[in-house]
């Protein structure tokens, strides 16, 4: 079973950026679709981003035009580039690899 673990979460101000990673095991990260979710204190966890075996992206409305999603499959590892951060993107992001492997998250927090 692949297992997944995310880095580059932090304190930010609003407007600013972040870039998120996951760094997955096993040599078949590439037959997986990778995606990105959240949770924010007191609300469900929800869909962010996702990028396909095939390339192909999905983003969440509330994301779309600030956030990007990538993969570089030679380093087992799936991004989350975030720009212009806003007070709510707060959340825990967690890393999700064919839609059942989660990671443990990483908390952004982003300041108004």
Do not use: H
């Not at 407007?15 to 979710?37: E, H, I, P, Q, V």
């Not at 204190?41 to 999603?69: H, M, N, Q, W, Y």
């Amino acid at each position: 079973q692949v297992q997944l673990v995310e880095s580059g979460g932090g304190l930010v101000q609003a407007g600013g950026s972040l870039r998120l990673s996951c760094a997955a095991s096993g040599r078949t990260f590439s037959s997986f679709d990778m995606g990105w979710y959240r949770q924010a204190p007191g609300k469900e966890r929800e869909f962010v981003a996702v990028i396909r075996t095939t390339g192909a992206t999905r983003l969440a409305d509330s994301v779309k035009g600030r956030f990007t999603i990538s993969r570089d499959n030679a380093k087992n590892t799936v991004y989350l580039q975030m720009n212009s951060l806003k007070p709510e993107d707060t959340a825990i992001y967690y890393c999700n690899a064919g839609y059942a492997a989660w990671g443990q998250g990483t908390q952004v927090t982003v300041s108004s």
